[in-house]
């Protein structure tokens, strides 16, 4: 009862904890209880396990700050005038290289986005979208780019050997290249279906370590310049990239000597950045530490080089990157500054029919209130580190600039509680940032929506997420006018089945055989509301007189050169097309709620490089179905007949 604890239940709605939820299952209510209550404020580091010690937390409370005016993100009609556009989105890790870039790990890196940036454009694109960039964990199991290690730094994976400038004038780096040893390895990694992220690492990294050598001892004027970019780039990262590549170097050696990549497993010492026995392992190792630093020099430089070949291809916006709604508790954000993060919860989601026990993803929550105290410095860092080089962001679960749902450590799911974040200020952090970089913002305002939250983001001029394949109601798929003007339209997520699954049911497949759905009643009846899905999908693309079927097409290309007409014919200001439906990718790159060692999500690649997907009937059906008011005016693609 309320009354029993009412200075926890104060201090708990001071704090921003909800009273309960309703139910996506039944639409009842879940009332937060006391205990949750408890480790909720507690994990915001207040006291309240007793009315004594709540009323004391009660009075360490300020009055809070005033919200801040509401000036709007940086508009679309900067960028596109009036016009609409469209692109290409792609997992970039799982991108195909041509079969004679020798220098390739079998792990989609920047060259491969070049590649992907120079095609887009002349097909008239506007922007070629990737997932999160973030610098992850390279081991079995791990790999995943929505849990990264640091959303402020990059994974180096994505670094292109051949274009890192010492390449030509090492000779250890060519002889290694030329190597039998290293050549079967790197072939063996190109030619698998699947991603070894662990040795696509060993192998990449036994490349660029002479690259690295060469950076630092070669003499002249070219050598000279770069050591002086790389000098400017450290000034300008600052403390937060010693931080990052110390936790580098220091997982390096721990997992050297048998242990992992977790900060939490490591002595208690070497736990937090600021220790001294940190400091005296830097002092030690500077060269490992250089070594990262590097890394992440190179690959900005990289990431830089693409952008600037994008806006000389004609693409309007250029790269969008995608930002991860957190970082894992043993990573390297959490490390450097654990006084920004909530001890003792982590995110996740309520039940809902899509996962009925609910989700934990298992890192650590921002703490609201330390955000303020911050005063939203990080924040700001974070999305100034990922619109670097960027005409757009997708900020991934942009619910959480609202709520997030938080899961005391050892409960379940569906005994947690949403807290809530100052939205106000978030928000205008957001367009302060956007307009600096000159850039857009995506919010993917998916899922249970809090009221009126989607009309704030439009006000501040985000624009939303609208899904083909959510778009629905008890009569079918809605027409194609429903859709908003200020939005990305696209079929699916990287959480959704790519079209070509939708059409043969592989995902459902995938997760019978990975025990997500429970036995074959189960799967009978998924297959069943498929069939209708389908039946209701091409009965809306037939009404609206786009779908026209012919002896030399096969049908599910011509479905999904129907689905791009449809989007296309949305009035939504961006159109996405997913890399992964031109190619007909069947299997999804992700299978949400299921654990790796039941299904290895995030580590299939495509199964045909770039220049044969875009060769495609398939592609150049789905492609041709974009009409010119949507292609760019440098586009060389001709007008569809």
Known sequence: ???????????????????????????????????????????????????????????????????????????????????????????????????????????????????????????????????????????????????????????????????????????????????????????????????????????????????FETFREREGNLADERRGSFALYRDEQGQALIDFATFEALADYFEASGGRRDAATWPREYQHSDGTAVKRFREEHPSKVEWHSWLQFEIDRQLGAVARTAKQAGLSIGIYTDLALGSSAGGSDVWSSPQLFASGVSVGAPPDAFSPKGQDWSFPPPDPHALHRDGYAFWRRLLNSNLRHAGALRIDHALALRRLFWIPDGAAPCDGAYVRYPTAHLLSVCAEVSHAHGALLIAEDLGTVPEGFSEELHERGFLSSRVLLFERDDDGFLASSNYPRECLATANTHD?????????????????????????????????????????????????????????????????????????????????????????????????????????????????????????????????????????AKSNHGTPS
């Open 1 to 211: 009862m309320a009354d029993s604890r009412p200075a926890l239940h104060q201090l708990a709605a001071r704090l921003g904890v909800e009273d309960g939820y309703r139910s996506a299952l039944d639409g009842s209510w879940v009332a937060t209880t006391d205990t949750a209550r408890e480790a909720l404020v507690g994990a915001m580091n207040f006291a309240a396990d007793t009315e004594r010690a709540a009323e004391r937390s009660l009075s360490r409370l300020d009055e809070g700050a005033s919200e801040p005016p509401a000036r709007r993100c940086f508009d679309a009609d900067s960028r596109l005038q009036d016009r609409s556009a469209y692109g290409v989105f792609a997992n970039l890790y799982s991108v195909r290289s041509r079969d004679d870039a020798r220098h390739h790990c079998g792990f989609g890196n920047l060259g491969d986005l070049e590649d992907l940036v120079v095609r887009s454009a002349s097909e008239g694109a506007a922007f070629v979208g990737v997932n999160p960039l973030h610098a992850t964990v390279h081991r079995p199991g791990q790999f995943c780019p929505y849990n990264p290690v640091s959303r402020l730094f990059r994974d180096p994976l994505y670094l292109d050997p051949a274009s890192v400038p010492e390449f030509p004038a090492c000779p250890d780096a060519l002889r290694i290249l030329d190597s039998e040893a290293w050549n079967t390895r790197a072939e063996r990694m190109r030619r698998s279906q699947r991603l070894d992220v662990a040795a696509a690492e060993s192998t990449l990294f036994e490349l660029l370590r002479p690259l």
């Open 496 to 632: 959704l089945p790519p079209l070509a699954a939708f059409e043969t049911d592989t995902d459902l497949a995938l997760r019978r055989r990975a025990g997500q759905i429970p036995d074959d009643a189960t799967l009978e009846q998924r297959r069943l509301e498929r069939s209708t899905e389908r039946r209701q999908l091409i009965e809306r693309l037939t009404a609206d007189g786009l779908l026209h079927s012919s002896p030399k097409i096969p049908e599910t290309d011509a479905r999904a050169a129907a689905v791009t007409a449809f989007l296309c014919a949305t009035p939504a200001r961006l159109v996405g097309i997913a890399l992964d439906d031109l190619a007909g990718e069947d299997e999804p790159i992700n299978l949400p709620g299921v654990p790796p060692e039941r299904h290895a999500s995030w580590l299939r690649r495509m199964r045909e490089p770039l220049d044969e997907i875009f060769e495609s009937s398939r592609s150049r059906g789905m492609l041709t179905a974009v009409p010119p008011a949507r292609r760019t």
